[in-house]
Every structure is written in structure tokens, then in C-alpha cells.
């Protein structure tokens, strides 16, 4: 199979090459920094869908930057507006105001439906500090602390969403969940029971309410859920 065309040419690249790259993060970031592959990908420039190494090699990226980015790599649009906004002003913070983060806000509540709390939004700087976020404010709000969550699910890398994570792969063993219980996900494709839907009486779902009544005190503080 071929690649879709491209007429991006990568600028000749005159960084460390990959084991200096290496050895600098080795020797001065922290052990915790895992990497893919047993021979590590060095990524040295990008455009819309695609990424090139030290060698000018291209790749075609179908991980979209582990699902965080998805207008594409230096992206013209994105690239102009960033440019724009650097040139004018680099950081503000939120106790000083700026028009763009309000408009910003009421672009994204013009996508939700009408007359939905998703109407106020409140931006935070990555995945895990938004689920810690949500995780506080429910808690604050019902005066309750436990948390129903799915199994084979991540919620995020500090304490509190990895006490949401329900993935062995991406817990210590040394931080205990805390007042987290964890419900079967529904997944057909590969059904924790065996089950086939719609005969299955979706089972999945119906293991919520025994969760609740057995294992909690009855009253949740919130039930957190991966989408996708």
C-alpha cells in the first residue's frame, strides 16, 4: 500500500542524533518517562497527518499524539493562529480578564444542546486534571465520596484518577484506590460474560445497582465513564 501524497519537504535536520537524545533523557529525566518500541521513534518534524525522524524518514501517524491532538501536526490554520496570539500576548492568567477564553466558552456551549448543563465550562490543562477536577466538584457537591468507575478503563496518571483507573496495567501497587468501586463495562464485541446483545438483557448495565446496593453505602458522589 501506498501513503497519500505529500508534498511536504522536512528541513535537513541538525539536532543530537538518537542515542545522544537518548542518553540525555536517561541521564536527566526521570525514570518514570516510558517509551514505545523496543527501538524508540525519534520525531523531529510534522505535518498535518504526518511525522518524520532524524532521517527524514516519514511516517504516517494514525496515533494522533496518543489521542490528545486532532487537527493534525503544524497545521496552517493552527500554526497562523498560534502565531497571532504569541506575537500579541503569551499568558495571562484567569484572575485578569481576556475576551478569548469566554468566547472560547460560548463557541463550545453553542455545540451542546439547548438549555444543558454543559453549557459552563471549566478548562484545565490536561485529562487526568480534568477527571480530578470533576471527581472534587462532585464530591463537594453531594457531601458524598465514593465513585463508581469501569473496569478496563484509565482515567489519567495522578493519585485520584489512578484510584478511578480500573486497568492493572496502570496502577501502583503502592496507591490504593479510595472510595472507588468498579461496574462492568459494557463491551459487545467482547462480553465479560459471554453474552449476546439484545438477549443478554444487558446484563452490564443491570450490575450497576447491585454495585451500588452491596458495595457502597448507597449513595454515590458520581459514576464516571469513558465514552469510546
Request: with cysteine; hydrophobic share 30%.
Given at each position: ?83 497571532e ?14 475576551p ?111 454495585l ?17
Amino acid at each position: 500500500p501506498q501513503l497519500p501524497p505529500c508534498n511536504h519537504v522536512p528541513q535537513p535536520y541538525d539536532g543530537p542524533d538518537k542515542q545522544q537524545v537518548l542518553a540525555l533523557r536517561q541521564q536527566y529525566l526521570t525514570p518514570g518517562l516510558i517509551t514505545y518500541y523496543r527501538d524508540p521513534l525519534l520525531v523531529v518534524e510534522g505535518s498535518m497527518q504526518y511525522v518524520w525522524d532524524e532521517t527524514g524518514k516519514r511516517y504516517l501517524d494514525a496515533f494522533a499524539g496518543i489521542v490528545t491532538v486532532s487537527v493534525g501536526h503544524c497545521h496552517p490554520y493552527v500554526v497562523e493562529k498560534v502565531r497571532e496570539q504569541v506575537g500579541k500576548l503569551q499568558h495571562t492568567t484567569t484572575i485578569y480578564l481576556h475576551p478569548t477564553i469566554g468566547l472560547f466558552g460560548q463557541k463550545l456551549a453553542e455545540h451542546m444542546p439547548a438549555g444543558s448543563q454543559l453549557s459552563v465550562s471549566y478548562f484545565t490543562n490536561s485529562g487526568s486534571e480534568a477527571n480530578e477536577l470533576a471527581v472534587l466538584m462532585s464530591r463537594e457537591f453531594t457531601g458524598k465520596s465514593e465513585v463508581i468507575s469501569l473496569r478496563n478503563s484509565y482515567h489519567g496518571g495522578t493519585q485520584g484518577t489512578m484510584a478511578l483507573t480500573a486497568h492493572g496495567t496502570w496502577k501502583f501497587p503502592t496507591n490504593p484506590p479510595s472510595a472507588v468501586k468498579n461496574a462492568t463495562p459494557g463491551y459487545c464485541y467482547r462480553c465479560p460474560y459471554g453474552l449476546t446483545y439484545p438477549s443478554c438483557d444487558i446484563r452490564c448495565a443491570r450490575d450497576i445497582e447491585p454495585l451500588i446496593r452491596y458495595e457502597t453505602s448507597g449513595q454515590v458522589a458520581a459514576f464516571i465513564a469513558e465514552p469510546i
